[in-house]
């Protein structure tokens, strides 16, 4: 009984469908919780497809429209810290190397040590601390508000920021780097090798680790970050995913929207938690997924769905606010 999904169903059904087959056949010793996961996708699957066939017979039921359109965020976590148990079934260690490589080719040094040592006041530190917490707000407060504003316009959201999440938590599997946190700790049971460790610990400047938001981002990092998920830094993606339907459905904000994922783009290499390039990354990722994510939307919308709320519908609508 598929005919009541829709392109984000797919695509959710179908990532937790392709990677429980990468577990299965890829697991070797690196997953000993593979039989476990199995069955949590297993269960997932179950879960979500009763609840599209549950909401489809009780359609005028506002709880459960609710969670049927919102289902795929509340995934987002698990996928994310899922991809820190399965990103050792094709690479042993980390590739932290080649990128730390990169980056001295690229900008001649390592901008993620360099940049809080050029600006080491805690008012600036708590602006980019502050900015890179604001993705989990952009993220949810930007589906609530197209949520009560146009069903359609909240449809097309979801649809496109799980498509960029999905492509980016299976890159992870597969290519996993950690990042900046190497320069000053193990992560994983993971060092940088000798020749790339800095001549002297990282210290972080006086003042900084007092900040409100300096201690919810290492809360934050300590208990939920997946080690191994910085390339492309899904941060820059996703906002920027969310700034572009800021642009097209919530026009007022815009600016200032724009304003907060320009900060939280700096704050990702300010704050040491991504090299440089994986903010390049994350920016192209963005570029080349939007527009294939929005494709993808309007390849599998429903026929009866093409009226008055549909992408041009929409977007002419939002371009008279």
Known sequence: MTRHYT??????????????????????????????LLLAHA??????????????????NQLLGFVRSYYPILLYGAFYRETGELNQMVVTGFVDPVF???????????????????????????IFYA???SYYVMIGGVGLALYLQNRRQFDHYLAVVSFVFYVCYLTYIFLPVIGPPLFHKTVHGYSLPPEFQPVEPLQVPAGIESGLFYRI??????NIEAPGAAFPSSHVAVALVTLYFSFLYLRPIRFVHLIAVLLLSLATVYCRYHFAVDVIAGAATALVLIPLGNWLYQRF??????GTGDLQGATAQSGRS
């Open 217 to 222: 981002m290492g809360w934050i990092y300590e």
């Open 100 to 126: 730390f490589r990169l980056e001295e080719k690229v900008f001649g040094g390592q901008p993620s040590v360099k940049f809080m040592e050029w600006l080491p006041h805690p008012w600036v530190s708590e």
């Open 301 to 306: 919308q429903k026929p009866q769905d093409s």
């Open 7 to 36: 392109f984000i169903d797919y695509a959710t059904q179908g990532y937790m469908l392709l990677v429980g087959v990468l577990i299965l056949m890829l697991h070797g010793a690196a997953v000993p919780i593979w039989p476990w």
């Open 43 to 60: 269960v997932a699957i179950g879960c979500v497809h009763a609840l599209i066939v549950f909401h489809a017979k009780f359609p005028d």
């Open 131 to 133: 900015a890179y917490f």
